[in-house]
């Protein structure tokens, strides 16, 4: 079917009605291909938000205080291309097509010779009883967030006002991607915030059984209250008039009847907003949406839908990969193209409340015969899923939840066979130890979003000119969208460069353009200390989760802020946002410092104590600590505070710092002893606690080369002789085990403290983001006699003020448990059930193991329920019978 022909003399005339990104992303398309040059066409763009197209992807992002332009797509530019027209603030209310032309709330009309429907979606409001209430919200656009923002600023001040520090309360009715979007907002907002989902799981269409417990285990991790299996019945008001209570419908999981709240988002899902089409008889799908055919056109030979308005053959997609696709499409048609719709990549990646979340191909497996190969690591809560053809070669699609690095290497083999063994994707270091970026095919699929392969990225390096990650973004679209594939765009531009032989930018990330290393030389010059700040003076945008906690970690190494002051709480990973160690079941561990593994008899008497009277699991860990299992978000003051009173400090096992400094028992009491190596590893992890790095960082100490405490297996290794100490660096264990190399022989005590606090520093300032000493050794310009060089013979002459820094840092070191309890604004972040803070958590439970609880699995929780006896986690761990 052809273009339709001018209904008047010269130019022809398009109409989009909505400005979205899909709207956006059409006018870009067309004067990108001359569509609007030289009076081919010309474009009306009627958007009923009085603001040019922005990114509702990153709507969230407002609520971190950024300005509602930095949302914006695009160049703006566009917007005043000759021939281009955008009409702010104009809705359209009728469409006649008999007339061709269109009609809007303030009484104009636009005629056209083509006409595109880019209207989106509605947000869809249960019909439960008090939905109208205010304090309900729904959570689709600019306006609505400012609009939740301003009333839970305004509960907040009465609050304050009232002298009643109650902090707020929410529930956010829907857990899927804009349900958990919705309740990171709210959590932006220091709202006490609890998700509400129907289905059994969160994000039921995008992850399976396995990755909803652990995608739930994570942001209960986070405070938020995951609510699964329960339905809203209805809303009821307070004195005031204001939403006060949810009331949950009877059969709810946990048997949860009510939730007392201030605020209501309901963020169930979407509908297509298809009533123009409809009111101008416009034919639409089983489920809404206009009715169109592969080319984006309507019944109608003048009309076309695109976007999440648009049924393509009956399926409607709420994504907006598949929404550019059709904006595409429907350029070329009206250039006189003959594309069609291919079918849509609904593989998405996402980071919902700081969790990494991932799906792509058939992740659940319901081609025939596909095998899953599964990897789950419940301490670092990581879910991980492959979906394999039935002879285990071909990629089918898969499941990430907690750590999606491999998602941008794994999605473009969809279909293709992963070679090797397909469980090396799996494992922690499973991203970098598959497929190289440069075995991927040209007609691999890098950036789903724009429809960009691998050959056109390495084209853009080759053939046109591009030499960064800008310019190729620039170029090809890719990674201009949600930004997932960006890691793996990054590879492929490094790669064609250096194979041109030209040097390759060594920037953090699309905001920054130096690496960790340079970055952390501008904060320690320029004194800032805020990542806002730094991004405003140095980079550019909003950041993203490479450089995000990079700057925290640079920012607490070098000043003693703590872990959760101001700015820099939003800009945590997990486990410091609680100051703790997230396990499988939702709960924490607690980890105090021994230095040196050295401890008073009164020290042990009061860890077991703690632990009894929590109702926590004891583990001796390999570094010469007591892990205490099993800890509530809301019990860790009180755990702290026990600890603290007993003499006891963090041992900072959840952060990217020094860890424990293991020991033998040297001279003290070993009769192969030369050394007292208890002292020393007491000197060193009391001298370098608190120090945060670019990874976590151990110690180890031994008496005498029969080695007991394995110190050539540490970042840095100390070893006793007859006349001092050797020093040993680099070494690690893991999935890459490594030993440590010499770096000194025979050194006093003096001189050995020296020279560890010369390296330490040196690592922290020059290391990349996430590299241990081992690499970092191996990567470093010069290698180990470059770093031997600088610690002991000062060859940059920099020697004194690494020594300054290492002596700031000691100088400057609290503990963060111990300034947490001191300061209430900081305590109010540990906190569960807000209408019940002493109640246990429903969905915990646990079995006795060799004396001690462990969480149970399912299969015991289903037979518990059959005899009538459980483990639910209180306080203290008591057993109930039903």
Not at 576 to 594: E, F, L
Request: charge should be negative; include cysteine; proline fraction near 5%.
């Amino acid at each position: 079917m052809s273009t339709p022909a001018p209904s008047t003399p010269g130019p022809r005339h398009l109409v989009v009605v909505g400005g979205g990104m899909v709207a956006h992303r059409l006018v870009e398309a067309l004067v990108d291909r001359g569509g609007v040059a030289d009076g081919g066409w010309q474009v009306t763009v009627l958007a009923e938000e009085p603001r040019a197209p922005y990114d509702r992807v990153a709507l969230t992002s407002y609520f971190s205080g950024r300005d509602p332009q930095d949302l914006a797509l695009g160049d703006p530019a566009l917007w005043d291309t000759p021939g281009v027209q955008l009409r702010r603030g104009e809705q359209v209310t009728e469409v006649d097509r008999q007339a061709r032309l269109v009609r809007t709330a303030g009484g104009r009309e636009h005629r056209y010779d083509a006409l595109v429907l880019a209207t989106g979606s509605a947000p869809f409001v249960p019909p439960v009883e008090g939905k109208d209430l205010p304090g309900c919200f729904v959570y689709r656009t600019i306006d609505d967030v400012a609009a939740l923002r301003q009333y839970v600023t305004e509960v907040d001040t009465r609050r304050q006002e009232d002298g009643s520090h109650r902090p707020v309360t929410g529930a956010v009715v829907g857990g899927g991607l804009l349900g958990l979007e919705a309740a990171g907002a709210l959590t932006a907002l220091g709202v006490q915030t609890h998700v509400v989902e129907f289905a059994p799981r969160l994000m039921p269409l995008q992850v399976d059984e396995g990755g909803g417990e652990a995608l739930q285990r994570l942001v209960g991790a986070l405070g938020v209250q995951v609510h699964a299996g329960t339905a809203t019945a209805k809303l009821t008001a307070g004195r005031d008039g204001r939403v006060a209570r949810m009331h949950a419908a009877e059969g709810s999981a946990a048997g949860l009847t009510h939730l007392d709240v201030d605020v209501v988002v309901f963020a169930a899902g979407v509908r297509p907003r298809d009533e123009l089409a409809r009111a101008c008889e416009l034919p639409v799908g089983p489920r809404g949406g206009v009715a169109v055919d592969p080319t984006c056109r309507t019944e109608d030979p003048a009309v076309w839908a695109i976007g999440e308005v648009a049924a393509v053959e009956g399926r409607t997609y709420g994504l907006v990969a598949p929404g550019y696709t059709m904006a595409e499409i429907v350029a070329d048609q009206l250039l006189g193209g003959a594309a069609e719709f291919p079918g849509a990549d609904l593989s998405t990646k996402l980071k919902l409340l700081g969790v990494d979340v991932a799906s792509f191909g058939d992740a659940f497996g319901t081609s025939p015969g596909a095998l899953s190969v599964v990897y789950g690591d419940p301490v670092a809560g990581v879910y991980k899923k492959l979906v394999l053809s039935d002879d285990a070669r071909t990629l089918l699609g898969g499941i990430l939840v907690g750590d999606a690095g491999a998602y941008a290497g794994l999605r473009p083999l969809v279909g293709r066979e992963l070679g090797g063994d397909p469980a090396a994707w799996l494992l922690p270091e499973g991203a970098e130890g598959g497929p190289a970026s440069a075995e991927l095919p040209d007609d691999a699929a890098v950036c789903s979003c724009n429809n960009v392969t691998a050959g056109s990225i390495r084209d853009a390096v080759r053939c046109d000119g591009c030499t960064d990650l800008g310019a190729v973004k620039a170029c090809t679209k890719a990674g201009t969208s949600c930004g997932s594939c960006l890691p793996l765009v990054k590879k492929l531009v490094t790669t064609e460069l250096a194979a041109a032989g030209v040097t390759v930018s060594s920037a953090l990330c699309e905001h920054f353009d130096v690496s960790r290393a340079q970055l952390f030389d501008v904060v320690r010059v320029t004194g800032i200390t805020s990542f806002s700040e730094l991004v405003d003076r140095h980079g550019r945008g909003r950041g993203c989760d490479i450089c995000k906690p990079v700057v925290a970690s640079i920012l607490a190494s070098l000043d003693s802020g703590h872990v959760l002051d101001g700015e820099r709480a939003t800009l945590q990973d997990t486990n410091d946002h609680v100051m703790a160690n997230i396990q499988k079941d939702g709960t924490y561990s607690v980890v105090p410092r021994i230095p040196g593994g050295e401890v008073t008899p009164e020290g042990l008497i009061a860890i077991g104590e703690v632990a009894r009277d929590f109702g926590l699991y004891t583990k001796i860990t390999g570094g010469q600590r007591i892990d205490l299992f099993g800890a509530r978000m809301e019990l860790l003051p009180a755990i702290w505070e026990r600890l603290v009173a007993a003499g006891f400090e963090s041992g900072h096992a959840y952060g990217k710092s020094l860890r424990t400094v293991k020991s033998c028992v040297g001279s003290t009491w070993c009769r192969y002893g030369v050394q007292d190596s208890v002292a020393l590893a007491i000197a060193l992890e009391l001298r370098y606690r608190g120090l945060r790095s670019p990874h976590k960082i151990k110690l180890g100490v031994s008496g005498c080369a029969r080695e007991c405490a394995e110190a050539r297996g540490k970042d840095v290794g100390v070893i006793a002789t007859d006349n001092g100490w050797n020093l040993y660096v680099g070494g690690n264990g893991g999935f890459t085990p490594r030993h440590a190399k010499l770096l000194a022989e025979d050194l006093d005590t003096e001189t050995l403290v020296r020279t560890i606090d010369r390296f330490l520093v040196y690592y922290v300032r020059t290391a990349d983001r996430l590299q241990r000493t081992a690499p970092w050794l191996e990567e470093i310009e010069g290698g180990l006699e470059h770093v031997r060089a600088v610690v002991l013979d000062d060859s940059l002459g920099i020697a004194a003020d690494l020594d300054a820094a290492m002596a700031d840092h000691v100088e400057g070191y609290t503990d963060e448990w111990r300034a947490t309890l001191e300061d209430p604004e900081k305590l109010r972040r540990f906190a569960s059930f807000v209408n019940a803070p002493d109640s246990p958590d429903p969905s915990l439970s646990y079995v006795v193991e060799r004396g001690q609880p462990r969480p149970s699995t399912a299969a015991e929780r289903t037979a518990g329920e059959a005899t009538g006896a459980v483990l639910v986690a209180g306080p203290r761990l008591e057993v109930f019978s039903r």
